[in-house]
T-cell receptor, first 115, second 114 residues
Framework: QQQVKQSPQSLIVQKGGISIINCAYE??????FPWYQQFPGKGPALLIAIRPDVSEKKEGRFTISFNKSAKQFSLHIMDSQPGDSATYFCAARSNYGGSQGNLIFGKGTKLSVKP | DSGVTQTPKHLITATGQRVTLRCSPRSGDLSVYWYQQSLDQGLQFLIQ???????AKGNILERFSAQQFPDLHSELNLSSLELGDSALYFCASSGYSQSNYGYTFGSGTRLTVV
């Protein structure tokens, strides 16, 4: 069964600090790795994504690091701000069989950035 | 506005009742996914439809059913409701494009069963 394991479950960071959320997957049948950001009472929204042929992608304060050999990827939020307080979900897109195109989500990380 | 429309935004109903949640996918997207999210929990995948056909099933209870219509909108039917069914229900849609192979989520329907 395809799985994406996400850690930590919750994270508290001081304003200006670096937030790091990690994810690991168990097989190689994935071709796209997005991160979603969800504010309370709202739907998840795509934040940033990476393909497995790239080791790093940066968009503003958000960076995805991807380690294909270790089957791990992580989200780094630089200069974390209180407005970044949200739940973050990593995901991996299946590229085979009947589940092709489907996203497998991690369980989420609740980030709190303290002023 | 994500382009995925869910109605109603809020729903309060009594135990034992039946409700229907509606989702209109983003224009051009053929796949619709339904998720349940209980308080401070992750996204529980319920069911997927692709161009009118059921494609994948997750942890969907037998009391729940869904369908996708020819115009691609989808409905999630929840029956014999229990207190534990109170949750946020999200619909997401996806299509194939160069820039985005992910899902676009709607803003959700908050169901409260009393």
């Amino acid at each position: 069964q395809q799985q994406v394991k996400q850690s930590p479950q919750s994270l508290i960071v001081q304003k200006g600090g670096i937030s790091i959320i990690n994810c690991a997957y168990e097989n190689t049948a994935f071709d796209y790795f997005p991160w979603y950001q969800q504010f309370p009472g709202k739907g998840p929204a795509l934040l940033i994504a990476i393909r497995p042929d790239v080791s790093e992608k940066k968009e503003g304060r958000f960076t995805i690091s991807f380690n294909k050999s270790a089957k791990q990827f992580s989200l780094h939020i630089m200069d974390s701000q209180p407005g970044d307080s949200a739940t973050y979900f990593c995901a991996a897109r299946s590229n085979y069989g009947g589940s092709q195109g489907n996203l497998i989500f991690g369980k989420g990380t609740k980030l709190s950035v303290k002023p | 506005d994500s382009g995925v429309t869910q109605t109603p935004k809020h729903l309060i109903t009594a135990t034992g009742q039946r409700v229907t949640l509606r989702c209109s996918p983003r224009s051009g997207d053929l796949s619709v996914y339904w998720y349940q999210q209980s308080l401070d929990q992750g996204l529980q995948f319920l069911i997927q439809y692709y161009n009118g056909e059921e494609r994948a099933k997750g942890n969907i209870l037998e009391r729940f059913s869904a369908q996708q219509f020819p115009d691609l909108h989808s409905e999630l039917n929840l029956s014999s409701l229990e207190l534990g069914d109170s949750a946020l229900y999200f619909c997401a849609s996806s299509g194939y494009s160069q820039s985005n192979y992910g899902y676009t989520f709607g803003s959700g329907t908050r169901l409260t069963v009393v």
